[in-house]
């Protein structure tokens, strides 16, 4: 049966780490998979903005052989007159994969089951698994493992990526902090999956509403835009209440001495993080911007394998 990779716990604890594995193999050995050779067409449709998910993907579709076919849905079918589940099926006759951001996650899951390809959400309203799969690869870098690390995210508890780590960092065993006003609580199915994950790794959930309290011997610290794209018009709103919520020096103090910094990127210098943070030495965000390309590369092998 195809696999796909819609949230980041569609992949056991085995799996992450097997595709980690990989990861850091292909990074050491850049050229050295070829899967897509013929070459092969990967489908890379965006119906958001994008540079690092844009050009990993397409840098790494041609670097193990294959063609990147990058699809703006403001000029397809698609998202306007056609269906995910049509659109699957003219892509699945002529594509090896597909590779989809957009808005609800419930159109790339009509998607994965109408085609016989592998489907990648690279980035939905709710998840961000690809950015979480580098991530991790920076933090094992950084660690050496990940299991029983503290990680802790401040800011829109609701956003992509903090559901994400909620789910990933579970399945890697690691204690997951979130902390966020209340207003922007996570969905709590995605808490109540990944407390139901962490029972089975080792690690554990738990959500603040205190930023001191959530940072306070953290290993990884993270944070992301308090404006996600399709909310930019409640900026106001959550400026107000997320400036708490701000990254700086004397929240990251309160971290382990060695802790590292982590943001997906773009960045808003000044709002959810200060500039002395994340172009200071505890920063590892341009290893994980760079990540990407390796993790998703593994992602597509093992993927390709396992379809
Ligand atoms: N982090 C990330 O996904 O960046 P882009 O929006 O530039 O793809
Ligand atoms: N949470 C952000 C991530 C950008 C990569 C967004 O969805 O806009």
């Not at 569609?10 to 050295?32: F, H, P, V």
């Not at 159109?107 to 979480?132: K, R, Y």
């Not at 500039?275 to 597509?300: F, Y």
Request: one cysteine or more; proline letters at 4%; charged letters at 20%.
């Amino acid at each position: 049966m195809t696999r796909h990779f819609l949230r980041d716990d569609d992949l056991t604890q085995a799996e992450q780490t097997a595709i980690l594995d990989l990861a850091a193999q292909i990074k050491s050995d850049r050229w050295g998979r070829k899967p897509l050779a013929g070459p092969e067409t990967v489908a890379v449709i965006f119906d958001k903005s994008s540079t690092r998910t844009r050009v990993s993907f397409a840098v790494g579709i041609a670097d193990l052989g294959g063609v990147p076919l990058i699809i703006s849905t403001a000029n397809s079918q698609l998202g306007g007159k056609e269906s995910p589940s049509d659109t699957a099926r003219v892509l699945e006759r002529q594509v090896a994969a597909i590779v989809w951001r957009t808005y609800a996650q419930s159109g790339l899951v009509e998607m994965a089951a109408n085609t016989t390809v592998p489907v990648i959400n690279a980035l939905s309203d709710e998840f961000h698994p690809c950015q979480l799969l580098a991530d991790l690869l920076t933090i094992r870098e950084q660690k050496g493992k990940l299991a029983g690390l503290t990680v802790t995210f401040l800011g829109d508890g609701a956003d992509n990526m903090a559901h994400s780590y909620l789910l990933a960092g579970a399945t890697a065993g690691m204690h997951v902090r979130v902390a966020c006003p209340a207003d922007y609580l996570p969905d709590e199915r995605v808490v109540a999956d990944a407390d139901a994950i962490a029972v089975t790794t080792g690690g554990s959930v738990t959500i603040y509403t205190d930023p001191a309290d959530a940072v306070a011997g953290a290993d990884v610290v993270v944070t992301d835009t308090w404006v996600s794209m399709g909310k930019e018009q409640e900026k106001a709103a959550r400026v107000a209440l997320l400036g708490a919520y701000k990254v700086d020096a004397e929240l990251m103090s309160l971290a382990k001495p060695d802790a590292i910094f982590l943001h997906c990127l773009p960045a808003d210098r000044g709002y959810e993080v200060s500039s002395e943070v994340i172009d200071g030495p505890q920063s590892v965000i341009w290893d994980a911007a760079e990540n990407r390309l390796h993790a998703q590369k593994a992602l597509m092998v093992w993927l390709l394998e396992h379809a």
